[in-house]
């Protein structure tokens, strides 16, 4: 496996495997690789020539600077997962390299980004914007691949696209989950065994909200047991959000739950986590 820790020679290895009509899967990270990562790894892999992985802790895409410090940062055991998966190049640049100068470049996309994480983490899809649309110039894949888990960021990204017109298709990959339902996270490490135990109220939530709504109950009123039940559990909610899933505009019950999603966010301990699920979405 190639690693590149400066654009120039991965620039000149993707221009030698373009040459040879080679496709590029792009999968973007931020490190501390789990089975989730290696999902989106394989999807590129099945479609591509040639699967790129990035690893870059992005930090203008953190507001909560103890957020990006105590981001998990875990190179080594990434390098060796990557190579395991047969990855066939990681980009890991460094703070200079992606950002020689401090960048004024900031993105707005309306509602979108204001509401439910771009509420909680004012100027997030700004910073994580900046950074792919960078990625997507350097690399210049056929495919980039992205994760369910961050639903709102696959919408950001998706008018990203559409706005500035990059060739490239967007794949979104489903939610790998722990064996008890947690979404599988970066952060989770960061969860002692108690917290663990706990964050699953955050995917417990989601399924009975579901399933609550499919047998007619209102939504206002599912959202208050969720929140007592995440208060006697000392899991703070932050919100659970019934939405549609095209734009992401809040709704107050569903009409058509094909086109539904339920979103939530939770501090556990002092890690935050978020999850979401299609109305739709088979899972027991
Ligand atoms: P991150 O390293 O957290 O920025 O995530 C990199 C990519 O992996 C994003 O597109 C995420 O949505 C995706 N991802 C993270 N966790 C999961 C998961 N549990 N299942 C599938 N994709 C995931």
Redo the contacts with the bound molecule.
């Keep these: 496996m190639h690693i590149f820790r400066e654009i120039g020679p991965m620039k000149a290895y993707l221009k030698r495997e373009r040459s040879n009509l080679s496709t590029v899967g792009l999968?973007?990270?931020?490190?501390?690789?789990?089975?989730?990562?290696m999902?989106?790894l394989h999807a590129s892999k099945k479609e591509n020539a040639i699967t790129v992985c990035s690893i870059y802790v992005n930090p203008t895409q953190f507001n909560n600077l103890a957020d990006l410090e105590k981001y998990p940062r875990t190179l080594d055991k990434d390098i060796q997962m990557l190579v395991a998966t047969e990855c066939d190049a990681v980009f890991c640049p460094d703070n200079s390299m992606m950002y020689p100068a401090v960048s004024q470049l900031k993105f707005d996309f309306g509602a979108l980004d204001k509401i439910l994480e771009g509420e909680f983490r004012p100027g997030h899809y700004s910073g994580v914007a900046l950074v792919v649309s960078k990625l997507f110039n350097l690399v210049q894949p056929n495919r980039a691949?992205?994760?369910?888990?961050?639903f709102q960021?696959?919408r950001v990204i998706s008018r990203l696209v559409e706005e500035l017109k990059f060739d490239l298709s967007l794949v979104c990959?489903?939610?790998?989950?722990e064996v008890d339902g947690l979404?599988?996270?970066?952060?989770n490490m960061r969860l002692n065994a108690a917290e663990r135990k706990r964050a699953v109220i955050l995917y417990q939530s989601l399924k009975q909200t579901r399933d609550r709504l499919l047998q007619g109950e209102s939504f206002s009123q599912l959202r208050k047991t969720v929140a007592t039940q995440c208060n006697l559990n000392n899991v703070k909610l932050e919100y659970l959000a019934l939405a549609d899933r095209e734009n992401l505009t809040q709704l107050d019950n569903i009409t058509d739950p094909s086109r539904a999603i339920l979103l939530i966010a939770a501090q556990v301990g002092d890690v935050r986590l978020i999850d979401n699920l299609f109305l739709t979405e088979n899972s027991n």
């Design positions: 999968v973007p990270t931020m490190g501390a690789l789990h089975a989730g990562h999902s989106l691949y992205f994760g369910q888990k961050d960021q696959f990959a489903p939610i790998v989950r979404a599988m996270s970066s952060r």
